[in-house]
T-cell receptor, first 111, second 113 residues
Framework: GIQVEQSPPDLILQEGANSTLRCNFS?????LQWFHQNPWGQLINLFY???GTKQNGRLSATTVATERYSLLYISSSQTTDSGVYFC?????????????FGRGTQLTVWP | DAGVIQSPRHEVTEMGQEVTLRCKPI?????LFWYRQTMMRGLELLIY????????DSGMPEDRFSAKMPNASFSTLKIQPSEPRDSAVYFC???????????FGPGTRLTVT
């Protein structure tokens, strides 16, 4: 199956700092999603981004499918950004619709 | 839309009891997924359905686990008999075939004592 690797595994920031989270995948993908799991356990959709760049407020994401990676940028981080960020891919060697998840990046933002 | 709905949100049961988790997908979505999340194993796909038909159940841990989708708006995941190692958060997710973008429910936290 496909390997989905996220880095760094842990990240600690002061409020107001910027950060970049990375997701590498080992095979061609149809789709890629970024999720945020907040401290209450909810999994929230951030981006659906099989290729290109998207922005939503202080967050943006870029996927370079040909080079098999995606980046999630968080600017001016806030304490509410804390939680785990997951990358998940729907890869071409599998049945359509199934997502393969990375292990996540645990982000802690201190006031 | 109300999003994916799961019930109960929390379940505490004793070993050996039957547990039934419920899920209502987003209206119009034709894919439904059941996941389990633990600290040790992360997020695991248990089974998923397309148009109410199970497509891949290779993630179901053993025969104690079963899942059904009797219609497009309802699915159950049943554990019988439950064991302490089944303690986890169980998520249901759904997606439309137009995009395959998955949306997760709030999860059911299961504790088996």
């Amino acid at each position: 199956g496909i390997q989905v690797e996220q880095s760094p595994p842990d990240l600690i920031l002061q409020e107001g700092a910027n950060s970049t989270l990375r997701c590498n995948f080992s095979d061609s993908v149809n789709n890629l999603q970024w999720f945020h799991q907040n401290p209450w356990g909810q999994l929230i959709n951030l981006f659906y981004i099989p290729s290109g760049t998207k922005q939503n407020g202080r967050l943006s994401a870029t996927t370079v499918a040909t080079e098999r990676y995606s980046l999630l940028y968080i600017s001016s981080s806030q304490t509410t950004d804390s939680g785990v960020y997951f990358c998940a891919v729907d890869y071409r060697g599998s049945t359509l619709g199934r997502l393969y998840f990375g292990r996540g990046t645990q982000l802690t933002v201190w006031p | 839309d109300a999003g994916v709905i799961q019930s109960p949100r929390h379940e505490v049961t004793e070993m050996g009891q039957e547990v039934t988790l419920r899920c209502k997908p987003i209206s119009g979505h034709d894919y439904l997924f059941w996941y389990r999340q633990t600290m040790m194993r992360g997020l695991e796909l248990l089974i998923y359905f397309n148009n109410n038909v199970p497509i891949d159940d290779s993630g179901m841990p053993e025969d104690r686990f079963s899942a059904k989708m009797p219609n497009a708006s309802f699915s159950t995941l049943k554990i019988q008999p439950s064991e302490p190692r089944d303690s986890a958060v169980y998520f249901c997710a759904s997606s439309p075939s137009e995009s395959y973008e998955q949306y997760f429910g709030p999860g059911t936290r299961l504790t088996v004592t």
